[in-house]
């Protein structure tokens, strides 16, 4: 069985994530990689099982918390 869209859109983004410099556009990135985490969370296939396994999620949630950690990145105040 292939991929679903939701699945190819998520691995797509998670490629790109990392290279953004754009602060906004990555805070957009993470939001976005977590819906559409969610959703492949609960797609299920024709049987009524799970599309993608537990195991997998978590590997995905682990990598766009990765992308995340980028956005808390301290400023330094010259105060």
Same mark, same amino acid.
């Given at each position: 069985m292939g991929m679903s869209k939701? /699945?190819?859109?998520?691995?797509?983004?998670?490629?790109?994530?990392?290279?953004?410099q754009?602060? =906004? #556009?990555?805070?957009h990135y993470v939001a976005t990689l977590r819906e559409l985490? /969610?959703?492949l969370a609960e797609e299920r296939n024709p049987d009524g099982l799970p599309r993608i396994s537990? =195991? #997998?999620?978590?590997e995905y949630a682990e990598n766009i918390?990765?992308?995340?950690?980028?956005l808390a990145v301290p400023t330094v105040c010259t105060c």
């Open positions: 939701t /699945e190819v859109n998520l691995k797509r983004l998670l490629v790109t994530a990392p290279q953004q754009n602060q =906004a #556009k990555l805070i985490l /969610e959703q537990k =195991a #997998k999620v978590n918390e990765a992308v995340a950690a980028k």
